[in-house]
């Protein structure tokens, strides 16, 4: 026999979640946990992240995600992507695999990405290193806390900096 079908849209989302036929799954799980939790704590908005977007697709499917949980949920979400302006940047460790990478692989152009973005997301464009210092001081709050993070930026170096997000208090 079917089913019984879900209560209502949370319901609805998790079951589609649970059995892979949301873009990204592992995106849509860790999204929905970190809504349950905040929620549960009083949290009404979190911060979500994807470091190395290239063209806009992970970025773009967060977004989606992101939305279906407002819908079901009433749940807001603030969406950052970070990505290099030159591609690939300097390779200065061997860390960052100089045998596979190189300096400017996959240089994009972000305008179309921008323009496909919801009101509650930004595409911040330039070296990690550089700018995540300063968007930490303007942008992370109690009021709006990390809630989920993905880092695919494929250099050792790229990583560290991205790491520096969870510096912020």
Not at 12 to 32: S, W
Request: hydrophobic share 40%; glycine share 8%.
């Amino acid at each position: 026999p079917p089913a019984p079908k879900p209560a209502n849209n949370l319901e609805a989302l998790i079951e589609e979640i649970r059995h892979d036929k949301v873009g990204r799954p592992h995106y849509a799980h860790g999204l929905l946990l970190a809504t349950l939790q905040a929620m549960k704590i009083g949290v009404k908005e979190i911060s979500v992240f994807e470091f190395g977007v290239l063209r806009g697709d992970g970025l773009l499917n967060l977004c989606s995600i992101c939305q279906r949980i407002t819908q079901a949920t009433g749940f807001q979400f603030k969406i950052f992507g970070f990505d290099s302006d030159v591609g690939m940047p300097a390779i200065t460790d061997y860390r960052d695999h100089p045998e596979i990478w190189y300096t400017g692989q996959f240089k994009v152009d972000h305008a179309l990405t921008k323009s496909r973005l919801p009101a509650n997301a930004e595409l911040i464009v330039g070296d990690i290193a550089k700018t995540i210092g300063t968007f930490c001081k303007i942008h992370l709050s109690a009021e709006c806390p990390v809630g989920f993070v993905a880092i695919d930026v494929d250099l050792y170096s790229s990583t560290k900096s991205a790491f520096k997000l969870f510096k912020g208090k």
